[in-house]
């Protein structure tokens, strides 16, 4: 099994800047794909974005509500992937869900395609 930690939620003001971490321990030789889900009260948990973690492919998918304002990177040494929010609008507030699978970002990356997930993180976009 894989574990998976969320921090680096909060309150933040329009136009301004979070940093998210994911950290993952357990099985985690067996994860090809971290991905980043977010979820607003009264919708449906919605793909943010995703990061192929395998020594041969780094590739990243993102929605194109959060294109040139959110990257996700990741530091294999610390089995950790981030999610670096910038531009931030009262639209992007929800709960930040990190989450694992084992399959490559080109076999799915809506929620059911993940095997794994963290507790959640929330964040607040507000004025």
């Known amino acids: 099994q894989v574990q998976l930690v969320e921090s680096g939620g909060g309150l933040v003001q329009p136009g301004g800047s979070l940093r998210l971490s994911c950290a993952a321990s357990?099985?985690?030789?067996?994860?090809?794909?971290m991905g980043w889900f977010r979820q607003a009260p009264g919708k449906e948990r919605e793909f943010v974005a995703a990061?192929?973690?395998?020594?041969?492919?780094?590739?990243?998918s993102y929605v194109d509500s959060v294109k040139g304002r959110f990257t996700i990177s990741r530091d294999n040494a610390k089995n950790t992937v981030y999610l670096q929010m910038n531009s931030l609008k009262p639209d992007d507030t929800a709960v930040y869900y990190c989450?694992?699978?084992?399959?490559?970002?080109?076999?799915?990356?809506?929620?059911?395609?993940?095997?794994?997930w963290g507790q959640g993180t929330q964040v607040t976009v507000s004025s």
């Open positions: 989450a694992a699978k084992r399959g490559g970002p080109r076999y799915g990356l809506g929620p059911a395609d993940f095997q794994a």
């Open positions: 357990g099985r985690t030789f067996s994860v090809h794909t």
């Open positions: 990061i192929a973690i395998t020594w041969n492919d780094s590739s990243t």
